[in-house]
């Protein structure tokens, strides 16, 4: 019978380009997925807003999932997940041109393709880089994990754009559905739970609390909540921007190459972002404190939406903006994730990761859908950047009450008696 490779016997690379090119291949699908809309639109009739309300349905299903594969994998393994998620990610973009009704839509983009992209998003990847790398190299690795997601939409977006130009936008989302599935190979590398690291140092395996305790132990930390609120708030930012930039391109009058230029360099800049962010934390060394980093990227963000509101839209200035926003995109990631780490160790970091996942996507759902309602209501995107700073400015302050100390462990008894 054979059993599991022990996770000191995966070399780190190999774990990091496993982790990266699959959070590449999954995010570049999604945020790519935006350059579609107004083809949506104008294929379908059905409304600006009632697209929207399908792309908003996938950023809160894309949360939801998250929590449970996290469970799912931090018990029975990462490899199984990860499976099953490329391959929802890969059918539901290829579904999306054969959809002509909101139902259909939030079914292809909303359930199928987000809840694969959740299976095999950040929730899971970053569990199993944390559980595969040593402590002294996880906080540079994780950055690397969520610079391959930005490495996918710098990708994604051109080849989109270009394959629409070349062959109409249906056989682009075939497409992309296509390339998805070259991540398949990573559930082999990244296969595991988080028993394994004991097992194979040959210690006695760690008690193991019930998915309830460790949630219930986690939502009545103060720190905890704070974050979730301030990820909550990333989410908006990120499902307005990634859903509606092509639209506010379009609504300033300027080219949609400009629109599918700007994503592809806000994911460029995220790569240099996360990077800078992972070498910044450090899990053991932290060269700053993370909720501190936290607060001045949502600052940053602040700023850089006034002053692009202020500045007339041209395509230098919009690409200007998408290199600003890039870099503090996704950044968020590594602390956040740094700090879910420190607080509660790694043994059910998919778990409690995936609910600020959720918390991210609940304001994804309202940032997606929100922009649509602004625009049809108002034929202008503006009340979303006033929304923007005042959210940013939000999260810049609620991040300084956070106390970066680890939580005790449970005592035996407190395990026993669930």
């Not at 839509?105 to 987000?114: D, Q």
Request: glycine fraction near 12%; proline fraction near 6%.
């Amino acid at each position: 019978m054979k059993t599991s490779l022990p996770a000191k016997a995966v070399p780190v690379g190999l774990v990091l380009l496993a982790a990266a090119g699959t959070f590449a291949l999954t995010m570049g699908a999604r945020q790519s997925m935006g350059l579609f809309l107004g083809t949506l639109n104008s294929s379908t009739g059905l409304g600006l807003a009632s697209i929207s309300l399908a792309f908003a349905f996938g950023q809160l299903w894309w949360g939801l999932t998250q929590p449970v594969a996290g469970l799912v994998a931090d018990r029975i393994g990462t490899g199984r997940v990860l499976v099953l998620g490329v391959l929802l990610v890969a059918i539901g973009t290829a579904l999306v041109p054969h959809m002509h009704t909101t139902a259909g839509l939030i079914f292809a983009i909303g359930v199928l393709a987000a809840g694969g992209a959740g299976m095999a998003g950040p929730s899971v990847l970053m569990a199993a880089t944390t559980r595969l790398v040593p402590p002294e190299r996880r906080g540079m690795a994780t950055g690397i994990v969520n610079a391959g997601g930005s490495f996918g939409q710098f990708v994604f977006a051109p080849i989109a754009q270009g394959v629409t130009a070349a062959a109409g936008w249906m056989a682009s989302l075939y497409t992309l559905g296509v390339i998805t599935l070259l991540a398949l190979p990573a559930a082999w590398v990244l296969r595991g739970h988080s028993a394994l690291p004991a097992a194979a140092a040959g210690a006695a395996p760690a008690v193991r609390e019930k998915a309830g305790v460790v949630i219930r132990r986690a939502l009545a930390d103060p720190s905890y909540r704070l974050l979730c609120a301030g990820f909550f708030v990333c989410g908006f930012h990120v499902a307005f921007i990634a859903t509606h930039l092509p639209g506010v391109v379009a609504s300033c009058g300027l080219p949609p190459s400009v629109g599918a230029w700007s994503l592809a360099v806000i994911g460029l800049f995220n790569i240099v972002g996360s990077l800078a962010m992972g070498w910044a934390i450090g899990f053991q060394h932290g060269r700053w404190r993370m909720k501190s980093l936290l607060s001045l990227v949502y600052a940053a963000r602040a700023v850089a939406v006034l002053v692009f509101m202020l500045l007339p839209k041209t395509p230098a200035v919009m690409l200007g903006f998408a290199a600003i926003i890039g870099f503090t995109y996704l950044s968020t990631v590594p602390p956040t994730a740094g700090l879910v780490a420190r607080f509660f160790g790694p043994a059910n970091m998919a778990t409690l990761f995936g609910i600020v996942m959720l918390a991210h996507q609940l304001g994804g759902f309202l940032g997606a859908w929100l922009g649509g309602k602004a625009f049809e209501l108002t034929g202008s995107y503006d009340w979303m950047w006033y929304a923007d700073i005042v959210l940013a400015v939000g999260a810049a302050l609620i991040h300084l009450p956070i106390r970066e100390q680890r939580v005790a462990p449970p005592t035996m008894a407190a395990v026993i008696g669930e």
